[in-house]
């Protein structure tokens, strides 16, 4: 498969599953209140009730892979618990590549070289690297908290300016998990030794441990960060909204960042979207040409 192709379908992966950028100096806050894991889960939820079934957008799409980067247009459809559909138009409005992913599956065109990929998400898995995730991509869109269970417990902190919500897992695998992230953010957090690293992954697999991490903005609740580390197969997804919009455009994220880890491999992307709607109902039209050939 050529590196276009695969730079594509690497997209289309990032869009189903960062590193902080650079941004003035903040204005000191007063430090927060302590509150209860509780409360803020309340809080959180009640900041959080969107019931959108429609998504629409335009995106500029940035990819960083260990050896090539890739910046284009597309354009984003989405039917909630249904499917998500990415048009890539990088000039002259001419579409160069499509996807289409389910639940279950996920199909790409590279109109370029006139090739695809029909497959489940385990085979995309296989062939590319990274499994895609519809719930992931399209709650990522609406930023939101994802994979936050109100009736899981979890553990109440203060970092950075914001409150954290972390799943309530041993300390031991917590902290596994920060070490594992693609960068460290505990202010005064010591790295496990490598061989202690090494013992507690293996107990989390055993008890196939998944660690979750909320950031939360202490000003109106949303939700500015998504942390889900996977210390049974040593993976690690980072979403962040780094900038959302208005009342007037119910707080959607208008900047997100997401990357990917799984231990000896890095990718993220950078989608700045505008012209978002939350009204339907969306064409998703995927019709593969005949004269296409399957990917190599």
Known sequence: MNGASKAMALA????AAGCRSSKPIPILRPELPPRSPEKLLERVQAAHTDTFRY???KAGVEIKLPDERKSFKAQIRSVRDSAAWVSVVP???IEVARILLTPDSMKLMDKVHDQYFVGDTGTAKVKFGL??????FQQALLGRPIGLDPREKYRSERDDGHYVLTSKEKRRFVRAAEDISPGDTLAHDRDMKEKRLERTLRKAEEKEAIVFRYWIDPENFLVSRVQIADLMRDQVADVRYEERGGADSHHLPTRIRITLSDGTRQASGVLELSRVEVTGPLQMNFRIPEKFTPMP
């Open 55 to 57: 998504y629409s957008a």
């Open 12 to 15: 289309a992966l990032l869009f």
């Open 91 to 93: 000039a002259l409005g």
């Open 131 to 136: 499994q895609p995730s519809l719930p992931l």
